[in-house]
């Protein structure tokens, strides 16, 4: 018995525990939708005949995993005008959804087919009303039932709500009218267009919707062993892939890392460097960073940034290079970093006439071979002897100088010496 038939007894799949089960198969598990019944109330559907349109709306939901996360359930009741009985985030469980069909109570005037599907498009299917947005993939499923002819246009309003994303079933049941049900389904319409000549056997096209709903899905189940992603492929099927980074295997099933570097896919300018798990990072080489792609890189100024570990002067050579300079008096030590002092006495630079004498730390003075004199410049030389005659030279004019003021002081006392003589003899 394939899931959707009857049994003797004249019932469906049997439940059990995490939904129905088609015998031989594994479990039946329902594709999550976004469902919305558009139901015809009109005057012609007879109050016992409005009770089957919700059994069978209602076995259509026992047969439907209900939840947040799974199938959400509204329901859109016609005739000349539209009621919306409660929204797509209304009911989130079986018991309150099926309770809820229940209580809905016929509006018995018109036909409005296109208005309501106007209706369920503009209002019903909206993420404010509890629809899932277009990122979450859950298809938008409408399924409208009817007994007459639409008393507004359809064909319009139907082909803007297929290209809205939402899949229409119709189904017609004794005088509906069989062209108006093509033009609202969609395609292809052997599998979207159902009649029945009474309402009294509209039940039995519930296990036809439960079988389009129901699938067995192996990735859904958590049995298709697929040690990273499981891809359904529909009718049951499915296949393995991997995350980003990895390859699957020959089992079809593990996934190993792949080494993006080697394969040379990575788009690195520079360095491409394996990280774990199959992913990796871009480099640059000394001189360079990484760009804001991550990938390119741009020269960098290391002189400016202060990264060139130069002790003295760095000295930028374009294209993100540099090289190391030292201060006047020091030079360059292997590591092409560090300074040395400079011995400048043996480097010749120093000026001085006769001896160079290092002081260290770049400083030295100069000195002068025997017999011979440092001058004021502190770097020429002068014979010991010359500077001894110009000294004495200055020696004897000082003298010369010094003796004949004596001599001046001497006469002059003398003078005044006898002056006091004779003067103290006249007085006596």
Do not use: W
Not at 12 to 34: A, I, N, Q, T
Not at 73 to 86: G, W
Not at 306 to 320: R, S, Y
Request: some cysteine; proline content about 3%.
């Amino acid at each position: 018995m394939q899931c959707g038939e009857q049994d003797e007894d004249g019932q469906g799949c049997p439940e059990s525990e995490g939904g129905p089960r088609r015998p031989g198969l594994g479990f039946c598990k329902s594709r999550p939708l976004d469902l919305v019944f558009i139901i015809d109330s009109s005057r012609s559907v007879r109050p016992l005949e409005f009770t089957k349109v919700k059994t069978f709306v209602s076995r259509i939901i026992d047969n439907l995993d209900i939840g947040a996360a799974d199938t959400r359930v509204a329901v859109v009741n016609y005739a000349s005008t539209v009621n919306i009985e409660f929204h797509l985030q209304t009911h989130l469980d079986k018991k309150s959804l099926k309770q809820a069909v229940g209580r809905i109570a016929p509006l018995s005037t018109g036909t409005m087919s296109g208005l309501a599907i106007q209706t369920a498009m503009e209002k019903a299917f909206t993420v404010e009303a509890g629809a899932r947005g277009p990122s979450s993939n859950i298809p938008k499923v409408a399924i409208i039932v009817t007994d007459g002819r639409p008393q507004d246009q359809v064909a319009e309003v139907a082909a803007r709500a297929r290209a809205a994303g939402i899949e229409l079933y119709a189904v017609g049941v004794d005088r509906a009218d069989r062209e108006s049900l093509r033009m609202m389904a969609s395609e292809p319409l052997d599998e979207h267009v159902f009649y029945v000549e009474t309402y009294g056997v509209i039940e039995k096209l519930s296990s036809r919707f439960q079988e389009t709903f129901c699938a067995v899905d192996p990735c859904m189940l958590g049995t298709h062993g697929c040690q990273h992603v499981c891809v359904s492929d529909g009718d049951g099927k499915h296949h393995c892939e991997c995350s980003q980074g990895y390859v699957l295997n020959a089992d079809k099933k593990t996934c190993s890392a792949i080494d993006k570097c080697a394969l040379n896919t990575h788009g690195c300018e520079h360095i491409c460097v394996n990280d774990r798990a199959g992913s990796y990072h871009c480099e640059c080489h000394e001189g360079y960073m990484l760009k804001e792609d991550r990938k390119a890189c741009a020269a960098q100024d290391q002189c400016a940034l202060g990264t060139h570990g130069c002790q003295h002067i760095c000295v930028n050579d374009g294209a993100g290079s540099h090289h190391c300079d030292c201060y006047e008096g020091y030079t360059l030590s292997q590591d092409n970093k560090t300074c040395s002092v400079l011995d400048k006495c043996a480097l010749g630079s120093h000026g001085c006439q006769h001896i160079c004498v290092s002081d260290g730390a770049a400083s030295y003075h100069c000195d002068c071979h025997t017999g011979f004199t440092l001058n004021e410049d502190k770097k020429t030389c002068s014979a010991v002897q010359e500077a001894a005659r110009l000294t004495s030279i200055r020696d004897v004019c000082g003298c010369e100088a010094t003796l004949t003021f004596q001599n001046k002081v001497i006469s002059y006392l003398q003078r005044l010496n006898t002056k006091n003589i004779l003067s103290g003899s006249f007085s006596a």
